[in-house]
T-cell receptor, first 113, second 116 residues
Framework: AQSVSQHNHHVILSEAASLELGCNYS??????LFWYVQYPGQHLQLLLK??????LVKGIKGFEAEFIKSKFSFNLRKPSVQWSDTAEYFC???????????FGAGTILRVKS | SAVISQKPSRDICQRGTSLTIQCQVD?????MFWYRQQPGQSLTLIAT?????????ESGFVIDKFPISRPNLTFSTLTVSNMSPEDSSIYLC?????????????FGPGTRLLVL
């Protein structure tokens, strides 16, 4: 079955630290890839997406993600986190033979000020 | 992106009863989706609802338990029937935007359900 793995369930960082959240998926075909974010008390928002082309995609609020096809990975990065980045982050995969999203378990990021 | 609203935002229900959740979109969309997010877990797709056809349910979800309506291109409902405490979850609707092969889903605010 298709699955999406997020390696860390909880991450705690200090402000200005660099962030990398891992995401791996198990699907051999062509996929579209997404990161969503859910800030405390808010609904799920799209952070960034990858369809094709340049494997390094930039999203909102300084986030970026790199698609490495050979590793089935789509890791999320930010060079310097802020307290306002405290949120839960979800990686999601859409296998292109069906328009449906498969979500990872989520990573809760807490940034200490 | 489309603006999506859901009603109710939260509810507390007694076991054995049913609750209908509404999802309204501010633009016409072909595909709408219903997800469940159980406490401490990720989102799981319940079904896909296209206007003018029966909803397509994912493995583990059945129409008798989660009947869905899709009367037009801007509205859908999900009913959680004969509820039990295990149905306590956040229920989210989403819509798909973009051309074929580059669809992006956008989510509503969710309905937080507690079943006693």
């Amino acid at each position: 079955a298709q699955s999406v793995s997020q390696h860390n369930h909880h991450v705690i960082l200090s402000e200005a630290a660099s962030l990398e959240l891992g995401c791996n998926y198990s699907y051999g075909g062509t996929v579209n890839l997404f990161w969503y974010v859910q800030y405390p008390g808010q609904h799920l928002q799209l952070l960034l997406k990858y369809f094709s082309g340049d494997p390094l995609v930039k999203g909102i609020k300084g986030f970026e993600a790199e698609f490495i096809k050979s590793k089935f990975s789509f890791n999320l990065r930010k060079p310097s986190v802020q307290w306002s980045d405290t949120a839960e982050y979800f990686c999601a995969v859409n296998p292109l033979d069906g328009n449906k999203l498969v979500f990872g378990a989520g990573t809760i990021l807490r940034v200490k000020s | 992106s489309a603006v999506i609203s859901q009603k109710p935002s939260r509810d507390i229900c007694q076991r054995g009863t049913s609750l209908t959740i509404q999802c309204q979109v501010d633009s016409q969309v072909t595909m709408m989706f219903w997800y469940r997010q159980q406490p401490g877990q990720s989102l799981t797709l319940i079904a896909t609802a296209n206007q003018g056809s029966e909803a397509t349910y994912e493995s583990g979800f059945v129409i008798d338990k989660f009947p869905i309506s899709r009367p037009n291109l801007t509205f859908s409902t999900l009913t959680v029937s004969n509820m039990s405490p295990e149905d306590s979850s956040i229920y989210l609707c989403s819509v798909s935007d973009g051309r074929r092969g580059q669809e992006t889903q956008y989510f509503g605010p969710g309905t937080r359900l507690l079943v006693l």
